[in-house]
């Protein structure tokens, strides 16, 4: 079953226990109205009566807590969030400790904040009803806690307005071991007629505290996750995208919050969170005047209008967030474990090392040259050739970035046997072949821009403004979906062999405008959403068709890395920067939220730094290369081979280990972190001198390593050595895991020995 069919029975089942427990209700109703005329004077009955409207609805993991609480009216609000108690019975007493009630303010803790009727701050959800009023409240119907299985459990509780037929589910998926909470909503037009959504928030959250830094990504192409701590001051601060397709380029949706002070490694309580969708999101981060946080993350609300029209549901995307008591790194792992068994595709699966031609060729090959290079792949030890951009287009050959995308046919001049031989003569080097597609988007210059106008996202009426001389196709549009899905299919039904799938998305979406829409009389509002979910209908349709196939989601780099694409791929593209120190500090940021198994990591030409300290990097994730193999020195070649078998010895370490970060180099000329395996006997730790512009001498200090046993005993060795080099550490030292947590161990690194990869095996 595909997740999406699974959340829907999820969610149906849920709905079918609540229509139980709403008669339940009713008939409780009933009989609490005999007992209140038979009883009326007890004051002890009354009293129970009113506690019985009161419900209390903790969301559990194995370490946190939310808990929602019905108020005597029946509005939902968040008392609780943090370390979960160790008796969920003392969860009710909460409220009185805080005193949040006053009549001249608005209820900042409410779970799904409406607009229109009391509630006078940022709502979560705002709604246009048949009739034309803007108004909700928001009343507790019913609620039901359903295990899936022993580890992960589904709670949905039913809102209603009293007197609009507005229906909303508030849904919270719990990963109970891995601390995980994946949250949406379901808004249900229950109107005879269509109602329309302003705002359709995923989750709203109420943090209890009195400081909180919010550290939040910008960048650019070249220049993804640059992280940034503000503490947070009264008002509103948001992140978001309105770029529509490769919607990161500036920022991603995900996000840390520190409670109290900013968050290390291994200590403070922090919130990691991100909302698992490829489209606009906003984030709202509002400290209300009781000095706490309203967090309210969703599909962003900017040119989104969407119309419901009666009986039909919206189902927001998922907010993906954990907690934890003891530091970023720990809420890092908990993602990790999270991600790695049910969201991101094979994740406890393994992956294939690579050559590609990207920086190698450019847009300047032809079959020979590729013929060539496999040969290349095949003597460094690499799996997989992988083809990348340029080799498709006929009447507009794909010869540079201007013309040709979207016409996916091979190009007979640099290709004149298709894609078939190289497959073929892939097969006969001795390694497995992938290719490069970029299949939402078009050039003007293209054949598929002449015969398609319409499928273009474009105004009809202004001028055409492009991004990477690109235009995106309009995914809303059925018949470009069967087209987008048609481009892979046709891959592999003719390469039946065909081994993985770099899936690029350059441009971004201006002058938004769907002639579908139009066609259909839907607001033109929907375009922004209506896309996202057409881009997921052809994922969804691709993973049913060819389930496994490992697939890199890449966008010019990493402009589009999220929860809700990576359920359809096995890893992305960081970004098209590959220069080592640059990528210590892009990789350091993505390890908070994505698993190294996911990240695609190839050594290039882009930096002059030594072969040595580019393949170390590289090997913090998946490894590739993106070299010409035969323009390698003799001794380069010797090294690569040598450590495309060491990356072999230790990928298990790197892919399903668990990753300690140890010095930041944020704060550090240096940086070192490490992956231990779960029975704590093996690790390898990689340490890097990032700031080259003095000579700081040899590391001063050892690093002090974690997640090892203190009882066991260890050996440290240094691997990946340069050949004709030796390292300068003794191998045969025995030294307690409680040794090397303590006192540590000193990598020595310095300009000479810049990168030093250490490998630590319990000795019994
Ligand atoms: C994007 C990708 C690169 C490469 C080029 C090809 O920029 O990020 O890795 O595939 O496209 O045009």
Redesign the pocket.
Known sequence: MTNKKRVHQQVSECSVNLSRYKSATQRKLTSSTIAWSIFFLLLATTSRLFAQNIVTIPVETAKNAMVLQTDKDGRLGIIYFGSRLANNKEYAAIPNQYNLKSDNLPTYNSAYTPAGTWNVIEPAVQITHADGNMSLDLKYVGSDTKKIDANVSLTSILLKDPLYATEITLLYKTYFKENVVEQWSVIKNVEKKPIRMQKYASANLYLMGNDFYLTHYNGTWGNEMKPEEDHLSHGIKSIDSKLGTRANLLEPSAFMVSFGKPATEDEGKVLLGQLAWSGNFKIDFEVDNYNNLRLIAGINPYASEYQLAAAQEFTTPAFIYTFSSNGKGEASRNLHHWATKYRLLDGEGSRLTLLNN?EATYFDFDENKLVDLFKGAKKLGVDMFLL??GWFGNKYPRDA?TAGLGDWQENVKKLPHGIGYLVKEATAAGIKFGI?VEPEMVNPKSELYEKHKDWVIRQPNRPEKYYRNQLVLDLVNPAVQNFVFGILDTLFTKNPTLAFI?W?C?AVIYNAYSAYLQKMGLPQSQLYVDYVKGLYKVLERLRAKYPTVPMML?S??GGRVDYGALQYFTEY?PS?NTDPVERIFIQWEYSYFYPAIASCNHITNWSKLPLKFRTDVAMMGKLGYDIVVDKLSEKDLQFSQQAVATYHSISDLVWHGDLYRLVNPNQNPLASLMFANAEKSRAVVFNYLTNTRFMPGATPQPIQLKGLDATKNYTVKEINLYPGTESSLQSTTVYSGNFLMTVGINPDVDLERASVLLEVNEVK
Do not use: E, T, Y
Request: proline letters at 0%; charged letters at 45%.
């Open positions: 990207w990348d951009d970035d490069w770099k690029d350059n890449c010019g780099g593209w098209d």
